[in-house]
């Protein structure tokens, strides 16, 4: 008979598991071991309990014959009324003795006096404060006191604890190993930390995975070079081995927007031995073909600042246009930290058209900016977080333009956490065109279009928009979408969801006719983004249609 029940009856079963070698491969016991087993059952039992604040556990035992030449163990247990703390004193020295951190830990912590003795609760709180002073810089921080002192008798505990922080120590010089090809003004840029910074193993971590998250090296080792014994300086040492400088990537894919695809992408990330960075990406898709040279020159700001060029052609072939370009593009970018970055840009296109009935080509000269920020709890499966991004951009016949418009993007979305492993995905996305001229003088890359995978699903990529006369569609000046998503995780890898899109483009807010579909969805995740397998409805149509979507990657 068994009086205890949660983790102490966890803690009891445990201790009476049968020692390895008690019942032979035959089945024969060990009659002698058995009964020296039987007799340790009291102690082990009660030092099961202890822990818990049980120190005057009565355990009886009976062993008796069970079948034919089995045996069977009774075990009663009472484990009596628990030891309560009657003093409980946590106690700060050392520099850090008035940090708010530390304090707030210790108002926090998990045993008070009247509380039954748990020593699970007592070292979680031992350990938060200790690792929350190291977090703080305080690397030598250590209990010169912690004692639990138990009367048996009166069921009365004292707790003391004396944590004494010492000094905080502080970020000494950082020197990189084995990477003499890459200037150091370059790697300086991935440091989550400045020399005179209070010392912080979460910031070395961050600075590791910076370095990994560039694609220029496979180790990185990120360690204080020595243990801090003088002064308040730990110097750190950084060993990196870098990936090979030029590299070529194949590529193969599918999806419903594109089609079938395969890429191949040439890159030289230290060109000229100062971390410049050439890439040249070849797409070759059903519905769309690009050949795009990228030149990046990094900014020693931080590692998201950057000047680049790019100059390339795209194509692509849809139901609602097919276009052909020539562009070159130069943009500066600034990163601001904790995931914001802003750029400015000037875009010089030549774009053949046709849309509809209508055959063109458009010559743009086209500046802007562009600001955004993400912020997830992981790049592959986050469990919450958000994203938005801002962008104006404009023309002129003035400054060499075919066409004069300002255009103003704008997207968000958000992950919220919900239980039993639910999340809820939503997401918003708008453009409005400033013009006083025909839709007809706007190119189709430059018009609003909506449908597709990461659009209003149920409806083919950028088919819907407004139409001509002859019910083609020819896009819109505006465009408004929205998307509510419910997805359920199963396991480490995978989920399901359902989910409502809505949306269109537009020319006119009163002429706006939001198109919506529904469905549910397969998701898969994997190290380049999650797998996802959609099969959506059209609703509010006369003939509704099923369609399916397969993609690649988070829509940030």
Partial sequence: MVYVTGAELENVQSALELPPGLVADDGAVDRRWLQHFVDRIPVNVGQALEPFGYYQTITRTRLEKHQKNGHRVLVEIDPGKPVRITALRVV????????????????????????????????????KLKAEALALGFLAADFSRHEIRVDRIRRQ?????????????????????????????????????????????????????????SDRFNNVIVAPQSAPTAGDRVPVAIQLSPLPRRRLRPGVGYGTDTGGRCSLRFQNANLWHRAHLLKIDLLLAQRRQSLVFTYQVPAARNLTSQTAFRLGYTAEDVSSYETRSIFAEVERVWGFGQGRQGAVFTRLSREEYWVGEEHDRSRMILPGFRFSQRRYSQPIRPSRGYGFSFEARGAARSLGSDVSLLQLLASGNALLPLPARFSLWTRVEGGTTLQDEPLEDIPATLR???????????????????????????????????????????????????????????????????????????????????????????????????????????AW
């Fill in 92 to 127: 700060l020295v050392g520099e850090g003795r008035h940090l708010g951190e530390l304090l707030r830990l210790v108002d926090a912590f998990p045993l008070a006096v009247g509380d039954v003795l748990r020593q699970d609760l007592y070292e979680r709180g031992k350990g």
């Fill in 157 to 213: 505990a004292e707790i003391d604890l004396l944590l004494d922080t010492k000094q905080r120590y502080h970020f000494g010089t950082v020197s990189f190993i084995g990477a003499p090809d890459y200037p150091e003004w370059f790697l300086n840029r991935f440091l989550d930390f400045s020399e005179g910074e209070i010392f912080s193993h979460e910031k070395l971590g961050k600075t590791q995975l910076n370095l990994l998250d």
């Fill in 448 to 554: 609003f279009f909506a449908g597709g995978d990461r659009s209003v699903r149920g409806y083919a990529y950028q088919s819907l928009g407004p139409k001509n006369a002859q019910g083609e569609t020819v896009g819109g000046k505006h465009l408004a979408v929205a998307s509510l998503e419910l997805e359920k995780a199963l396991g480490a890898s995978w989920g399901v969801a359902c989910f409502y899109d809505m949306g269109n483009a537009f020319n006119d807010l009163t002429a706006l006719e939001w198109a919506q579909g529904a469905g549910v969805g397969i998701r898969y995740y994997t190290q380049l983004g999650p797998v996802k397998i959609d099969l959506a409805r059209q609703l509010g149509e006369p003939d509704p249609k099923w369609r399916l979507h397969l993609s690649i990657g988070l």
